[in-house]
Nanobody, 114 residues
Framework: VQVVESGGGLVQPGGSLRLSCVAS????????MRWYRQAPGKERELVAG????????NYADSVKGRFTISRDNGKSTVYLQMNSLKPEDTAVYYC????????WGKGTQVIVSS
């Protein structure tokens, strides 16, 4: 099982980024996926989750209305569209596959700074 994130970078406050996560080694369309983040000195927190067929989606209160999670089962990819970014969104963002005991990616760094 492999989960690989991409799309992070440096962005100014108010800007946007789109993170991608490509999964392999399991039947992607059968499992839910999540995005987590971990800021320096803080615990890892759940940002958003999406069910296998995208029928159930949930967000952390801190990102509701700004972030959108989606998936393309044909491409085994889950996305996180992040708009109206704030400095407090700065973190390493991780993709997590709800397959067996769970599989983590290595993360992609997002820095929101002027």
């Amino acid at each position: 099982v492999q989960v690989v994130e991409s799309g992070g970078g440096l962005v100014q406050p108010g800007g946007s980024l789109r993170l991608s996560c490509v999964a392999s080694g399991f039947t992607f369309s059968r499992y839910g996926m999540r995005w987590y983040r971990q800021a320096p000195g803080k615990e890892r927190e759940l940002v958003a989750g999406i069910s296998s067929a995208s029928r159930s989606i949930n967000y952390a209160d801190s990102v509701k209305g700004r972030f959108t999670i989606s998936r393309d089962n044909g491409k085994s990819t889950v996305y996180l569209q992040m708009n109206s970014l704030k400095p407090e969104d700065t973190a390493v963002y991780y993709c997590y596959a709800l397959y067996q005991s769970g599989s983590w990616g290595k993360g992609t760094q997002v820095i929101v700074s002027s």
